[in-house]
């Protein structure tokens, strides 16, 4: 047995940022991963915007970014596209095996403890109530002992879900993909989104790594029954630019695009990141919400090491400064996502066809009245599925 | 019986665990296990599947 002031499972950017931050508040903190190799296997597309650490100073090394990126390309069904070159859409495209890494290591340079290979089993209780975790290091059951449990599980999310959080993932509310990072794919240092029935209820992704490394993904609607790499292969075979491109690696996982999780906290227990469905409803993308919400948890979580309450009530001021943060947003977006999986491909076409790059700047960032009401002027047929946006 | 997990195509993305009503499902990095006792083969994880790796046991019937 091993004591802590807090155990978090999870060594992705919302464990490794957690610890970070509640080890340089004093707090003694292990962070376990079933994973030998922390940051791998990726499950991500490894897009991330430029404003991802939220104004604070967190100095990435050159290494664990492949390329910068100065806008985002979106395809229609017939190959229209809109360029957008705002500061939302500027970012970089990261290796996330290096990212993860670093992440890890700067929160053993704070004082966190790192375990990889260390898989957690279950919950463990005393008197009923949490009181750590049970897992398996190297092997060897042991129990790591500690008033706050942090699930950064991810999408699994079992721990979580043995607390009570309703992170069970639904089909209706996931997304699933397949990815493969490839060479030989001529890139612009723009992302490059493709909407329509090649990707049924989702998008294809090509993401450049490098002038001519990309990673090229598909998500498909979990509900959509489609068989994402079955689609993704097509969409390449009948793209004259993948023609020579050939697969360095193959990534896949299937990630939220619903609403955050109900409630965040129990007593003595915390979700952060994807584990608490802290996702985008649009793009799938976590790794900024995720280390946001990983701040305000630890810096909550410091103050309830302090008065020495780990209470769901006193948890709970986490959920309240996240959810201020970022719950309207995310509402508007899941909005957006449920009347883009509508679309059709002719209305795809049309839409891409009849706006601007300011007006696509507006829909994305919530704003959806102005590009409804001039899409609907134009294609009548429109207002059944855009009426939700206008609400 | 319970659903099965072809390690061929599997590419350890959990997806099937996420999905899992019943936590049925264990990724231990480089393997699926599967609780027979909890799993229902209710199928979720075969559709959420992106490699397709899993599938539910052909019923016999008579």
Known sequence: ?391 | MAVRVDGSKCVYCAGCVSVCPFLALTLNEVKIIVDEKKCTECGTCVKACPAKALSLPKKISG
């Not at chain 1, 690696?249 to 802290?278: C, L, R, Y």
């Open chain 1, 1 to 391: 047995m091993e004591e802590y002031d807090a155990v978090v499972v999870g060594a992705g950017p919302a464990g490794t940022t957690f610890a970070a931050e509640a080890a340089s508040r004093g707090m003694s903190v292990v962070v376990i991963d079933k994973k030998k190799e922390l940051g791998s296997p990726v499950r991500c597309g490894e897009g991330i915007g430029i404003d991802f650490s939220s104004g604070r100073k967190l100095e990435l090394p050159r290494s664990c970014i492949a390329s910068d990126i100065e806008g985002a390309l979106m395809f229609s069904p017939n190959g229209k596209s809109i360029k957008l070159t705002t500061p939302q859409t500027k970012g970089h495209v990261l290796e996330r095996k290096i990212f993860d890494k670093f992440l890890a290591m700067e929160a053993g340079r704070k004082g966190a403890h790192i375990l990889p290979r260390t898989m957690a089993t279950g919950l463990l209780k005393e008197n009923g109530k949490i009181a750590g975790v049970k897992a398996v290091s190297f092997g060897e059951e042991i129990e790591f002992k500690a008033p706050l449990v942090v699930s950064a599980e991810g999408m699994e999310a079992k721990l979580a879900r043995e607390a009570g959080i309703d992170a069970l993932a639904t089909l209706y509310d996931v997304d699933t993909c397949y990815e493969y990072e490839m060479v030989n794919v001529p890139c612009e240092p723009f992302i490059e989104i493709y909407f329509g029935s090649a990707a049924p209820r989702g998008y294809v992704w090509v993401f450049p790594k490098g002038k001519d490394v990309a990673n090229v993904g598909i998500g498909v609607g979990g509900s959509s029954g489609a068989d994402p790499k079955k689609c993704l292969d097509e969409w390449i075979a009948r793209n004259p630019r993948m023609k020579k491109a050939e697969i360095i690696e193959v990534k896949a996982g299937i990630i939220s695009v619903g609403a955050p999780v109900k409630k965040m906290v129990a007593d003595n227990f915390m979700a952060v990141g994807t584990s608490a469905h802290q996702v985008d409803p649009v793009h799938g993308g976590g790794i900024a919400l995720a280390m946001k919400a990983a701040r305000i948890a630890a810096e909550v979580a410091a103050k309830a090491h302090s008065a020495r309450d780990f209470s769901e009530k006193t948890l709970s001021a986490y959920e309240t400064q996240w959810r201020a943060a970022e719950s309207r947003k995310l509402e508007k977006r899941l909005l957006l996502r449920k009347v883009l999986e509508k679309l059709s491909d002719d209305d795809f076409n049309a839409v891409i066809g009849m706006i601007d790059s300011q007006d696509l700047e507006k829909l994305l960032s919530g704003d959806f009245k102005p590009i409804v009401t001039k899409v609907v002027a134009k294609r009548p047929s429109i207002l059944k599925v855009a009426t939700a946006l206008l609400g």
